[in-house]
């Protein structure tokens, strides 16, 4: 993609937005939409389609499509409203003015069901979402999955890890678990796996893993290094802290396996 070509970038104002705005500028010009307005961004709520913020995307190359509910604990309401029914309109958009590929933000709660296994991440794998926040952005991949069939445009989800705000420094004690620990995804890779995926070229669709290459990880980038040609250059050795123990302690006793409550209850109802 040449320097200078057109990106719409949603979310502009949230946590990877803001980093991607100040990373991309002045290589691309950048058309910023977020449902707050300001910061030269266009005020948009994009879970009401309007013409009003959708005219942006015409003459864009790529929509860079990061805003929605960030919450794992978001409540289905909100994460139905702000992810499900504002990636439809961002696709709708999309469709009827002419760009060539959308990059979604997806999440890697869409595997959360792996945590206390030992397998390698893989994103062929079958998923296992947790929350009504990862159910929603399962729903948002395939979706776009039946996007690019219907209409030829690319389609790329990144799973990204664990990218917290600011200078995103990680320390043992952080009290994320280990599992937290180790999908730590760097400012710097964060901004060159996008980046990747904005000009690689003959991507249909894809769904891949976006984390840093951390010591003993599970998360498997065996595809994000094949269809974009790019390999993360960071990495942070994972640290079993008090804190860490006592999160991933907790989190165990919360566990739950998508489909079991279901099967217990038909157990108990039919024997």
């Given amino acids: 993609m040449a320097a200078n070509a057109s990106l719409v970038l949603t979310g502009t104002r949230g946590n990877l937005g803001g980093k991607l705005a100040s990373a991309l500028r002045p290589a691309y010009e950048l058309r910023c939409l977020d449902i707050l307005g300001g910061n030269d961004c266009v005020t948009a709520d994009l879970a009401i389609y309007d013409e009003s913020w959708a005219r942006h995307f015409e003459g864009a190359q790529t929509v860079l499509h990061f805003a929605g509910e960030p919450q794992p604990t978001a409540a289905w309401a909100s994460a139905h409203r702000a992810n499900i029914v504002a990636t439809a309109n961002v696709l709708r958009a999309a469709r009827l003015h ?4 959308v990059i979604f933000a997806s999440t890697n709660q869409v595997m959360a069901g792996y945590r206390f296994s030992d397998k390698t991440v893989t994103t062929d794998m079958p998923p296992t979402p947790l929350n009504p926040y990862a159910v929603s952005k399962l729903f948002c991949e395939e979706a776009g999955r039946a996007f690019a069939a219907e209409t030829g445009i690319s389609f790329i989800a990144f799973r990204i890890g664990n990218i ?25 890779d964060f901004v060159a796996g996008i980046q990747a995926a904005i000009v690689a070229p003959g991507v249909p669709f ?9 010591p003993g990880m599970r998360w498997d980038l065996t595809q994000t290094r094949r269809v974009l040609g790019f390999s993360p250059q960071d990495g942070f050795a994972s ?33």
């Fill in 98 to 101: 002419g760009v060539r590929r």
């Fill in 164 to 188: 917290q705000p600011g200078e995103n420094i990680p320390h043992s004690g952080m009290g994320i678990g280990l599992w937290g620990q180790e999908m730590w995804l760097s400012n710097r």
């Fill in 239 to 271: 640290h079993a802290s008090p804190a860490d123990v006592a999160e991933d302690k907790k989190a165990r006793r919360a566990h739950l396996v998508p489909g079991e409550w279901l099967d217990q209850r038909f157990q108990a109802i039919h024997g």
């Fill in 206 to 214: 894809a769904i891949l893993n976006l984390v840093s290459n951390n």
